[in-house]
T-cell receptor, first 115, second 116 residues
Framework: AQKITQTQPGMFVQEKEAVTLDCTYD???????LFWYKQPSSGEMIFLIY??????QNATEGRYSLNFQKARKSANLVISASQLGDSAMYFC????????????FGTGTSLTVIP | SAVISQKPSRDICQRGTSLTIQCQVD?????MFWYRQQPGQSLTLIAT?????????ESGFVIDKFPISRPNLTFSTLTVSNMSPEDSSIYLC?????????????FGPGTRLTVL
């Protein structure tokens, strides 16, 4: 079974609008971390936001927030007030303590911001 | 977070040759990781490199094809040996650092390899 599932291969959003990128995960480990990364066309992987499995509140970092629904095993990324520079691939990832802290990456979502 | 650099940033190589990719971190780290990202795909972990010991390779990756060195706590190299067009990928190194206990992986800028 896939550890991380991103079902949206491509998304479009109007500039200044908000957009939600979906991510579901599969683990039986009670201790895990969830991450989102941005990969522009340059290829660099940029860390955006982290959510721990025991965190009570949803993580926020500037215009990024993580909608963490533990019972549904989802960790959707919300980008508010989209900017043209947000156009990139976005990868959801999970780290499981039980598997030696290995990172598992999803297949990514390509986001295009339309002026 | 750590500042990570990689050399070269990109290269075009001939089939059958080898390329060594360097990864430099601005602080001492215990583990460094090497990933491959084939065109249009997600990241796949090649190996974990610890200083002073042999690298640990993931299933499907072998030392003869991807030898790794880790001479100190700030530097590692990955060699892609006897290259074929299927090795055309972005190769990324990363390190783990914890801020507020997150143990996040931070990545270098990547090496974009094209094999002809």
């Amino acid at each position: 079974a896939q550890k991380i599932t991103q079902t949206q291969p491509g998304m479009f959003v109007q500039e200044k609008e908000a957009v939600t990128l979906d991510c579901t995960y599969d683990t039986s480990d009670p201790s895990y971390g969830l991450f989102w990364y941005k990969q522009p066309s340059s290829g660099e992987m940029i860390f955006l936001i982290y959510q721990g499995s025991y965190d009570q509140q949803n993580a926020t970092e500037g215009r990024y927030s993580l909608n963490f629904q533990k019972a549904r095993k989802s960790a959707n990324l919300v980008i508010s007030a989209s900017q043209l520079g947000d156009s990139a691939m976005y990868f959801c990832a999970m780290r499981e303590v039980s598997t030696g802290n290995q990172f598992y990456f999803g297949t990514g979502t390509s986001l295009t911001v339309i002026p | 977070s750590a500042v990570i650099s990689q050399k070269p940033s990109r290269d075009i190589c001939q089939r059958g040759t080898s390329l060594t990719i360097q990864c430099q971190v601005d602080s001492q780290v215990t583990m460094m990781f090497w990933y491959r990202q084939q065109p249009g795909q997600s990241l796949t972990l090649i190996a974990t490199a610890n200083q002073g010991s042999e690298a640990t390779y993931e299933s499907g990756f072998v030392i003869d094809k991807f030898p790794i060195s880790r001479p100190n706590l700030t530097f590692s190299t990955l060699t892609v040996s006897n290259m074929s067009p299927e090795d055309s990928s972005i190769y990324l190194c990363s390190v783990e650092q914890g801020a507020r206990g997150t143990d996040t992986q931070y990545f270098g800028p990547g090496t974009r390899l094209t094999v002809l």
